[in-house]
């Protein structure tokens, strides 16, 4: 399970070799149950990941159009 520190694309490798090892492979019920379990975690890190993204983005987009309509203002007079 990757550290509290990996990044975005490293936490997305690693479900990428979960998911294909249980695609793959045979694995025993428990071995399969632990990956499933590692898997929903990362996915609910990944997700609070992009989720934090789009909040930022969404707030820079706001502040540029805000700046971006005061110059236009600011231009036209």
Known sequence: ???KK????SMI?????????M????????E????YEDGVKLCD???????KAEGKIKLLTENG????KKAGDSYEQ
């Open 23 to 30: 695609e793959n492979e045979e694995l025993p019920l428990e």
């Open 1 to 3: 399970m990757p550290s």
């Open 32 to 35: 399969a149950m632990k990956n």
């Open 65 to 68: 159009e805000e700046e971006f």
């Open 45 to 51: 890190k990944l997700y609070k990941i992009l989720n």
């Open 13 to 21: 490798k690693e479900l990428e070799k979960i998911v294909s090892s």
């Open 6 to 9: 990996e990044s975005y694309e």
